[in-house]
T-cell receptor
Framework: NAGVTQTPKFQVLKTGQSMTLQCAQD?????MSWYRQDPGMGLRLIHY???????DQGEVPNGYNVSRSTTEDFPLRLLSAAPSQTSVYFC????????????????FGDGTRLSIL | ELKVEQNPLFLSMQEGKNYTIYCNYS?????LYWYRQDPGKSLESLFV?????AVKQEGRLMASLDTKARLSTLHITAAVHDLSATYFC????????????FGTGTRLKVLA
C-alpha cells in the first residue's frame, strides 16, 4: 500500500520558472490538501480539495494553482517561482466524505524540498 | 482568524522525566489532532480527539481535549530518547469550513 506519493523529492528552480509538484494517493480518499512547511511557522494550508472537480483556497494560496481531475491525483503548480516559495511542501489526504473526513487523521506524503534561486 | 499556539516551542528534558505540551486555539472546534515529525521526515498521526473531554493514550504519550477552554495537552510520561521529535497539534475544521490549522510545533529533545 503506497499511501500518499509525492514527486519529485527535491527540486531546484530559478526565479520565474514554473513547475508542477505531483501528489497521488491510492486510498480512495476524497479530501486532499497541500501544505508548505517553513521553519518556525508550522504547516500552512495552500489549497485543498473535497473531491474530484472541487478545490478551494487555504491560508496561503497566492502563486499556486491546483486542479483535481481524478480522486487519486492532486497536483500543485507554481506559476512563476519566487525565492519566497522556497519551502518543504507536503501533500495529505484523509478518508470520509462531507464532515466525516475530519473524524480521521490526515495521511502525509514524504514531502518535496523546493529551493528557488 | 483561527490561531493555534503551542508551548513551549522548544523542550529539552532528561530521560525519565514528565512534561506537558500545550496547544491553545482561538475558535470553536471539537476536533484536535496530534502529529509527530522526525527530522527530515513526514508527519505521523498520533491522536485524533473528537469531543470535549476526550483522552487518548499510547505508550508514554497521553493527549486530552478541553473544548470549552480551547486547550489540548500532550503529556509525556517517563521520557525516553526515542520520543525526541517535533510535535504538532492541528485544529479543525471549524463548522462550515474544510481548513485545518496547525500549530508551530514543539521541538522535543530527550537527553540520556
Amino acid at each position: 500500500n503506497a499511501g500518499v506519493t509525492q514527486t519529485p523529492k527535491f527540486q531546484v528552480l530559478k526565479t520565474g520558472q514554473s513547475m508542477t509538484l505531483q501528489c497521488a494517493q491510492d486510498m480512495n480518499h476524497e479530501y486532499m490538501s497541500w501544505y508548505r512547511q517553513d521553519p518556525g511557522m508550522g504547516l500552512r494550508l495552500i489549497h485543498y480539495s473535497v473531491g474530484a472537480g472541487i478545490t478551494d483556497q487555504g491560508e496561503v494560496p497566492n502563486g499556486y494553482n491546483v486542479s483535481r481531475s481524478t480522486t487519486e491525483d492532486f497536483p500543485l503548480r507554481l506559476l512563476s517561482a519566487a525565492p519566497s516559495q522556497t519551502s518543504v511542501y507536503f501533500c495529505a489526504s484523509s478518508s470520509g466524505t462531507g464532515r466525516d473526513y475530519s473524524n480521521q487523521p490526515q495521511h502525509f506524503g514524504d514531502g518535496t524540498r523546493l529551493s528557488i534561486l | 482568524e483561527l490561531k493555534v499556539e503551542q508551548n513551549p516551542l522548544f523542550l529539552s528534558m532528561q530521560e525519565g522525566k514528565n512534561y506537558t505540551i500545550y496547544c491553545n486555539y482561538s475558535t470553536t472546534s471539537d476536533r484536535l489532532y496530534w502529529y509527530r515529525q522526525d527530522p527530515g521526515k513526514s508527519l505521523e498521526s498520533l491522536f485524533v480527539l473528537l469531543s470535549n473531554g476526550a483522552v487518548k493514550q499510547e505508550g508514554r504519550l497521553m493527549a486530552s481535549l478541553d473544548t470549552k477552554a480551547r486547550l489540548s495537552t500532550l503529556h509525556i510520561t517517563a521520557a525516553v530518547h526515542d520520543l525526541s521529535a517535533t510535535y504538532f497539534c492541528a485544529v479543525g475544521p471549524p463548522s462550515g469550513t474544510y481548513k485545518y490549522i496547525f500549530g508551530t510545533g514543539t521541538r522535543l529533545k530527550v537527553l540520556a
